[in-house]
Each structure stands twice: as C-alpha cells, then as structure tokens.
T-cell receptor, first 115, second 114 residues
Framework: AQSVTQLDSQVPVFEEAPVELRCNYS??????LFWYVQYPNQGLQLLLK??????LVESINGFEAEFNKSQTSFHLRKPSVHISDTAEYFC?????????????FGKGTLLTVNP | GAGVSQTPSNKVTEKGKYVELRCDPI?????LYWYRQSLGQGPEFLIY????????DSGLPNDRFFAVRPEGSVSTLKIQRTERGDSAVYLC????????????FGPGTRLTVL
C-alpha cells in the first residue's frame, strides 16, 4: 500500500524568507506525485505535479518541487514567500499502475507567513 | 467557467438520520471522485466514477455509505443511519477523463452529526 508523510504539521515563516515543506512517500510501485494548496475558505487547488521526465517541477507562482527517488521525497520549496502564500499544503501520491486515479494525501502542512 | 460545486455547504443532522450530499462536476468531465477529510487529516478516497458507473468504491467505509451518478454528471453521496464518527468534510472532485488528469475539487460539504 502507498502512504504519504508530511513531516511538519505547521511551518511559520517571515515574509520574503525561503521555505521548504517536506513530503516523503512509500510505495512498492512507481508513483506520480502532487502538491495541492488550500487557501482559507477555498477548495483544494493543484499546485504542481510530477508524472515523468524532469524531476524538478515548477508552479506558476514560484513554488518548485523535486522528485527524489533515492530519498523517496517530493519536498516543496519557494525561495521567497509572500503573505498571500499562507495556506494549507497537501502532498499526494498516485500509483502509476492499476489504480492510477486514486490520490493518497498526507495530513497537510499549514504554512503561515508573517509580516 | 464554473468549477465543481457541492451542496449543501454545511449539514447538521442527528445520529441515526439519513443525509444526501450533492456534487455538480465541471461540465464535460467524465471522472468524478468523492473524498472525506476528517479534522487534522488529509482527504481520504471514498469512490471513483467513470461515467455513470462506480469504477472503484473500495474507500466507502461500510454499507451505510452509497453514491450514485445516474446520468454521468451530478453525483449524490448517501449516508444512512448516520453516526457521530461520520462527521467530516466531504469533498467531491472531477477530472476530464480520469487517470492522471488534474482533479478539480469542490469546496466541500461539512457534515456534523450530533
């Protein structure tokens, strides 16, 4: 069975500081990996995803994540955060085999950006 | 364009009652998913529809839970004999075809069972 672990439940940072939100997965098969973001009072939105190819994937708002197979990680990073990045971030995995539609989510990391 | 919508946004019911939660997917999306998010947890998969049929209902916790999608568009999640442990946010998502197509989530229905 696949599982996704987000190591930090809360990450407080100051505006313009760099941030890394950690995500590790375990799976006996190849996986696809996703980061979703949930802004206050809004639904989950896809931030970025890794399916294949380049292990570094980027979002339109400056976040990036790198798939690291040897460390089974997919950490999310941003070099300089804004107040508007305050949200809950969920890492999710999907098996590349049979049930390649079912997302398995981590518990989420609440990113709070302070002025 | 319109996103995924869910009604009601909040539902409070008493233990033992029956509830229905509705999901309107994005027009043209053939794949529809239900997830449940309990407090402090990430969403957990419940069921996946491809068109009108439930392709995978392995996440439904027991036979009190049932979902339908009779015309391949709107879906209803039905919970019989509700229990306090059913309290959670129920999320619906849709995607164009399924597989790795991006899943677009609705705002959720917060169910509280007293």
């Amino acid at each position: 069975a696949q599982s996704v672990t987000q190591l930090d439940s809360q990450v407080p940072v100051f505006e313009e500081a760099p941030v890394e939100l950690r995500c590790n997965y375990s799976s006996s098969v190849s996986v696809y990996l996703f980061w979703y973001v949930q802004y206050p009072n809004q639904g989950l939105q896809l931030l970025l995803k890794y399916l294949s190819g380049s292990t570094l994937v980027e979002s339109i708002n400056g976040f990036e994540a790198e798939f690291n197979k040897s460390q089974t990680s997919f950490h999310l990073r941003k070099p300089s955060v804004h107040i508007s990045d305050t949200a809950e971030y969920f890492c999710a995995g999907m098996n590349s085999g049979g049930s390649n539609y079912k997302l398995t989510f981590g518990k989420g990391t609440l990113l709070t950006v302070n002025p | 364009g319109a996103g995924v919508s869910q009604t009601p946004s909040n539902k409070v019911t008493e233990k033992g009652k029956y509830v229905e939660l509705r999901c309107d997917p994005i027009s043209g999306h053939t794949a529809l998913y239900w997830y449940r998010q309990s407090l402090g947890q990430g969403p957990e998969f419940l069921i996946y529809f491809q068109g009108t049929g439930a392709a995978d209902d392995s996440g439904l916790p027991n036979d009190r839970f049932f979902a339908v999608r009779p015309e391949g568009s709107v879906s209803t999640l039905k919970i019989q004999r509700t229990e306090r442990g059913d309290s959670a946010v129920y999320l619906c998502a849709s995607s164009l075809m399924g597989s790795t197509d991006t899943q677009y989530f609705g705002p959720g229905t917060r169910l509280t069972v007293l």
